[in-house]
C-alpha cells in the first residue's frame, strides 16, 4: 500500500497542451515536496510547500497543497519538451520521521 | 559543485555475491539516505542516517546493512544478493531528517543480480 498515490500514471502531450498531475494521502503532511525526474539521474527537488492551501508558482509550473495538507496537484501550463520526466511527490507524515515518495507521474511532451 | 556521488554506476553481480555501493556528499550535511527504485514502486528508503554515528532502518532493510563512516560518507552492503534486490539505487542527503528542506540525490547505481 502507498501512502502517496499519484495520478495519472503516465501522461502523453502535446506542446503547448496544460496538464495537471495529483498527489493524494489519507495521511497529513507536515510538509510535501516535488521533485522532477530525468532519466538515468536522480530526482531534483523543485518545491515545497509547508502550509495548507498553499500555492507557489515555478515559472509555468503551479504547486498547491491541500487545505488539509493531505493532497497536492502540481499544474503545468503551455508544456514543453523539456518537461518531459518522471515527477514525484514527497511528504513526511505529522507521525514519524521517515519521508515517502510516490509513484510518480510519467510526462511525454511531444513537440 | 559535486554533491552527492555515488559508485559505481553500473554493476552486474551473481547470486550470492557481495558488493558496497559507495555514497559521499560535499554539502555539510547532517543526513544521509539510501533508497531503490523499483518501476510501479516508487523510491523506497532502505535505511537513513540521522546524523554521524546513527543509523535507522527504513521500508524494506531487509538484505542490507549500512555504515555511516563520516559525515560525508555513507554505504550500502549488499552480504549475499538476490536476483530481488535488482533495482536503482539512489544516494540521497539533507540538512536534518524529515525532508524539510530537500534531498539532494546523486544520479544512482543500476544493479543487477543474475
Known amino acids: 500500500t502507498q501512502l502517496l498515490e499519484q495520478s495519472p500514471q503516465f501522461l502523453s502531450i502535446q506542446e503547448g497542451e496544460n496538464l495537471t498531475v495529483y498527489c493524494n494521502s489519507s495521511?497529513?503532511?507536515?510538509?510535501l515536496q516535488w521533485y522532477r525526474q530525468e532519466p538515468g539521474e536522480g530526482p531534483v527537488l523543485l518545491v515545497t510547500?509547508?502550509?495548507?492551501?498553499e500555492v507557489k508558482k515555478l515559472k509555468r509550473l503551479t504547486f498547491q497543497f491541500g487545505d488539509a495538507r493531505k493532497d497536492s496537484s502540481l499544474h503545468i501550463t503551455a508544456a514543453q519538451p523539456g518537461d518531459t520526466g518522471l515527477y514525484l511527490c514527497a511528504g513526511a507524515p505529522n507521525t514519524g520521521n521517515q519521508f515517502y515518495f510516490g509513484t510518480g507521474t510519467s510526462l511525454t511532451v511531444i513537440p | 559543485n559535486a554533491g552527492v556521488t555515488q559508485t559505481p554506476k553500473f554493476q552486474v553481480l551473481k547470486t550470492g555475491q557481495s558488493m558496497t555501493l559507495q555514497c559521499a556528499q560535499d554539502m555539510n550535511h547532517n543526513s544521509m539516505y539510501w533508497y531503490r527504485q523499483d518501476p510501479g514502486m516508487g523510491l523506497r528508503l532502505i535505511y537513513y542516517s540521522a546524523s554521524e554515528g546513527t543509523t535507522d532502518k527504513g521500508e524494506v532493510p531487509n538484505g542490507y546493512n549500512v555504515s555511516r563512516l563520516n559525515k560525508r560518507e555513507f554505504s550500502l552492503r549488499l552480504e549475499s544478493a538476490a536476483p530481488s534486490q535488482t533495482s536503482v539505487y539512489f544516494c540521497?542527503?539533507?540538512?536534518?531528517?524529515?525532508?524539510?528542506?530537500?534531498?539532494?540525490f546523486g544520479s544512482g547505481t543500476r544493479l543487477t543480480v543474475v
Open positions: 510547500v509547508v502550509t495548507g492551501g
Open positions: 495521511s497529513v503532511f507536515s510538509s
Open positions: 540521497a542527503s539533507s540538512e536534518s531528517t524529515g525532508g524539510s528542506y530537500g534531498y539532494t
